[in-house]
């Protein structure tokens, strides 16, 4: 089944409320929730996702960073408060190599490694490296960089817009899983809820309801 990630804006208002939204995606199935150290906002992305990783058990915490020099000391804390489930997301840059290497560093365990490219080319180039990539494209892209890496632990997501309708998020999740992608990462919209629910499922969810209030 394709995962879903899901990129969360920083924490408005009330923080309460923030981590409920988590919760409940969690509960609803999501794989990941993403944060981005370049975002401007009023809590410390590593300090939101700390606080993240108290409420949740299963869900990965996702984080976008520039560089290793974007990769604080307490990362390691991070990996130890959430069992491990943490995930850095990063372009490779001219030498891939070194900075899986630096962001890996002495680690143990250490975080997952997906690699944010624009092109395939440059996908291909340094999908080796890392334990998986982030792509762009469509479903044509994913066919062919699965093709090259066809193991069943690499991931390959693919960053896309949320469409409008139920009908268009099953035309697109369908495609994308049958080119062989992982997962799909789609901006924080209120529709994801019912969205990752799935049409069909009872009502009485009572996880659900309970992370929903």
């Not at 108290?54 to 804390?77: F, M």
Request: proline share 6%; hydrophobic share 45%; with cysteine.
């Amino acid at each position: 089944m394709l995962r879903v990630g899901v990129r969360l804006p920083d924490a408005p208002g009330r923080i309460g409320d923030y981590l409920a939204d988590v919760t409940a995606l969690e509960a609803a199935g999501a794989d990941s929730i993403w944060l981005d150290t370049s975002t401007e906002g009023s809590i410390e992305p590593w300090i939101l996702l700390g606080a993240i990783a108290a409420v949740t058990h299963r869900v990965r915490l996702g984080i976008r960073v520039g560089s290793e020099a974007g990769v604080p000391v307490t990362v390691n804390t991070l990996m130890r408060l959430s069992g491990g489930r943490v995930v850095l997301g990063t372009r490779p840059g001219r030498e891939p190599g070194a900075l899986v290497e630096k962001l890996k560093g002495p680690r143990s365990p250490s975080p997952s490694i997906l690699f944010i490219c624009d092109t395939n080319v440059e996908a291909e180039r340094s999908a080796a490296l890392a334990d998986g990539v982030i792509l762009a494209g469509g479903e044509g892209d994913v066919r062919t960089l699965r093709a090259a890496r066809s193991q069943d632990d690499f991931e390959l997501w693919v960053d896309a817009p949320l469409p409008g309708d139920r009908a268009g998020w099953a035309n697109l999740t369908a495609a994308l899983e049958a080119a062989g992608a992982t997962g799909i990462l789609v901006s924080w919209d209120p529709r994801l809820i019912d969205l990752l629910r799935g049409a069909g499922e009872p009502d009485d969810r009572i996880d659900l309801l309970i992370a929903t209030g």
